[in-house]
């Protein structure tokens, strides 16, 4: 057998990862080298100084445990016959799955795209498979055909083709439908509390070793069923703590503020049309506002000169919405209708008031994600079931998934009067959505500990805290 020359590379979170020719000539080009310049916490990075890690070693990291992941199975499960093509194609899915990202990585297609392009569709997803066709195409990478590509594609996507051969269980890797277990969650959860300092006690290398196909699926030994509970609730405590901050929400605010007012300039929501456009666009897109002279961007400069001061918008209230009313309730409760209830002495108008709906949960929605893994145990190893929660451990939650509404203002000095017009909206509320067959009626209250003082400005609290 000839020898193959590889590069290692020392990784905080895996230890040394073997680089072979296939990776090299995908990593080493423009379009995945523009990964160095995508924060993988977007603008997090703002409040969580440590997290300054970027798309392009999370991706070499997915790429490794996608690789250990199909190797271990091909070890362990000689009868599967999973060719060398298999074992490449899925690495090379890991390495992939993210070049489709745009600045800031999730505020530019969940936020930015849909107030750009209202109606649009576009995904990350969608634009790495681009990037991955202008990769090829601009490389002259002849090493993977057509049917590699689509392959490829197909695993990033997580969505098997209906003439698959019946290897369904490769599609549980890099972007897992069915529970949401697969090595792209196994390194970000990993890398993002190793990055801001939160501590996480699952381990995620117990859970590839314990691993084996029953029936075309993924399973785990049973043992490994509460390693995989604490995954799902570190996964839910990074985005409470880390994603969803209220800081940070902020700082994404201006930061889509910033995208919009420049995008007729810059012409920013038509690149993810465009490769070779697409492909410029970073991070870095700031910098680029920063050094233009166009009077049309002044504004987009004044808000990030006021990032950098750290004179960001700010926070006004927030509410944990009732499951079955979280819907009716995110519809009512807008700019528009706060500002129908201001007082005569109140002088802020719809564009200071920003509200914004977060969805946390353990990954599979209002559902206990658990709930759609199978298990195994060593005395049946091919028969796969399901394990009840309660077998699993009494102290586990009821519910699954929450709805948080935030109200910011553009004004520091609004935020009081916004605050008080918002809870007389709330009150309202309260007393006029109906009941639903599933729930009693809303009752949203207001957090005593956010309750702004009427003769307490925001600029009196911060020169308290200074004397203080």
Same mark, same amino acid.
């Given at each position: 057998m000839?020898?193959?020359?590889?590069?290692?590379?020392?990784?905080?979170?895996?230890?040394?990862?073997?680089?072979?020719k296939d990776?090299?000539?995908?990593?080493d080009?423009?379009?995945f080298?523009?990964l160095?310049?995508?924060?993988?916490?977007?603008?997090?990075y703002?409040?969580?100084?440590?997290g300054s890690?970027n798309?392009?070693?999370?991706?070499?990291?997915t790429?490794?445990?996608a690789?250990?992941?199909?190797e271990?199975?091909?070890?362990?499960?000689?009868?599967?016959?999973?060719?060398?093509?298999d074992?490449?194609?899925?690495?090379l899915?890991?390495?992939?799955?993210?070049?489709?990202?745009?600045?800031?990585?999730?505020?530019?297609?969940?936020?930015?795209?849909?107030?750009a392009?209202?109606?649009?569709?576009?995904?990350?997803e969608?634009?790495?498979?681009?990037?991955?066709?202008?990769?090829?195409?601009d490389n002259?990478i002849?090493t993977?055909?057509?049917?590699?590509?689509?392959?490829?594609?197909?695993?990033?996507?997580?969505?098997?083709?209906?003439?698959s051969?019946g290897?369904m269980?490769?599609?549980?890797?890099v972007?897992?439908?069915?529970?949401?277990?697969d090595?792209?969650?196994?390194?970000?959860?990993?890398?993002?509390?190793?990055?801001?300092?939160?501590?996480?006690?699952y381990?995620?290398?117990?859970?590839?070793?314990?691993s084996r196909?029953?029936?075309?699926?993924?399973?785990?030994?049973q043992?490994?069923a509460?390693?995989?509970?604490e995954?799902?609730?570190?996964?839910?405590?990074?985005?409470?703590?880390?994603?969803?901050?209220?800081a940070?929400? +902020?700082f994404?605010?201006? %930061?889509?503020?910033?995208?919009?007012?420049?995008?007729?300039?810059? #012409? =920013?929501s038509?690149?993810? *049309?465009?490769?070779?456009r697409?492909q410029?666009?970073?991070d870095?897109?700031?910098?680029?506002i920063?050094?233009?002279?166009?009077?049309e961007?002044?504004?987009?400069?004044?808000?990030i000169?006021?990032?950098?001061?750290?004179?960001t918008?700010?926070?006004v209230?927030?509410y944990l919405?009732?499951?079955?009313?979280?819907?009716?309730?995110?519809?009512?409760?807008?700019?528009?209708?706060?500002?129908?209830?201001?007082?005569?002495?109140?002088d802020?108008?719809?564009?200071?008031v920003?509200?914004?709906?977060?969805?946390?949960?353990?990954?599979?929605g209002?559902?206990?994600?658990?709930?759609h893994?199978?298990?195994?145990?060593?005395?049946?190893?091919?028969?796969?079931? +399901?394990?009840?929660r309660? %077998?699993?451990?009494?102290?586990?939650?009821e519910?699954?998934e929450? #709805? =948080?509404?935030?109200?910011? *203002?553009?004004?520091?000095?609004?935020?009081?009067?916004?605050?008080r017009?918002?809870?007389?909206?709330?009150?309202k509320?309260?007393r006029d959505?109906?009941?639903?067959?599933n729930?009693?009626?809303?009752?949203?209250?207001?957090?005593?500990g956010?309750t702004i003082?009427?003769?307490?400005?925001?600029?009196?609290?911060k020169?308290?805290?200074?004397?203080f």
């Open positions: 000839p020898f193959e020359k590889s590069t290692y590379i020392n990784d905080p979170i895996h230890g040394y990862i073997r680089l072979n990776m090299l000539q995908i990593i080009t423009p379009q080298q523009r160095r310049s995508l924060k993988q916490l977007g603008t997090s703002f409040v969580f100084p440590g890690h798309r392009f070693e999370h991706c070499i990291g790429a490794f445990l690789g250990e992941v199909i271990g199975l091909a070890q362990r499960q000689p009868e599967l016959e999973i060719s060398a093509r074992i490449r194609c899925v690495t899915a890991g390495l992939c799955h993210d070049l489709g990202h745009g600045p800031f990585s999730h505020i530019f297609d969940n936020k930015f795209i849909p107030q392009m209202p109606g649009s569709k576009w995904s990350h969608m634009g790495s498979e681009m990037m991955l066709d202008h990769l090829i195409d002259h002849d993977l055909d057509s049917s590699d590509v689509s392959f490829i594609k197909q695993l990033i996507r997580g969505c098997a083709p209906h003439s051969d290897k269980f490769l599609f549980d890797i972007a897992n439908k069915r529970n949401g277990v090595v792209d969650r196994f390194d970000y959860v990993q890398r993002d509390c190793y990055n801001v300092g939160v501590r996480t006690s381990d995620f290398s117990r859970l590839m070793l314990n196909v029953i029936g075309d699926e993924i399973c785990y030994n043992k490994e509460f390693n995989l509970t995954m799902f609730h570190t996964r839910y405590s990074l985005h409470k703590r880390v994603y969803s901050h209220r940070g929400k +902020a994404e605010l201006m %930061m889509v503020d910033i995208m919009l007012i420049a995008d007729p300039v810059l #012409r =920013i038509e690149a993810i *049309t465009d490769p070779r697409y410029l666009l970073t870095n897109i700031v910098h680029d920063e050094r233009s002279s166009e009077p961007l002044q504004p987009a400069r004044d808000l000169t006021r990032i950098y001061r750290r004179d918008y700010k926070f209230d927030e919405l009732p499951p079955d009313q979280a819907s009716a309730i995110s519809s009512a409760v807008t700019a528009a209708a706060i500002v129908g209830f201001r007082t005569d002495n109140d802020f108008v719809e564009r200071d920003l509200i914004n709906i977060g969805r946390i949960n353990y990954g599979k209002r559902e206990n994600p658990i709930d893994v199978r298990f195994y145990s060593n005395y049946a190893p091919n028969e796969k079931y +399901a394990i009840d309660e %077998m699993i451990s009494l102290c586990v939650p519910k699954y929450e #709805r =948080i509404l935030r109200i910011y *203002t553009r004004s520091s000095d609004k935020r009081g009067q916004i605050q017009a918002a809870r007389r909206l709330v009150n509320l309260n959505l109906p009941a639903t067959p729930s009693s009626p809303p009752s949203m209250t207001p957090n005593r956010l003082p009427d003769n307490r400005t925001v600029a009196d609290s020169r308290r805290r200074l004397l």
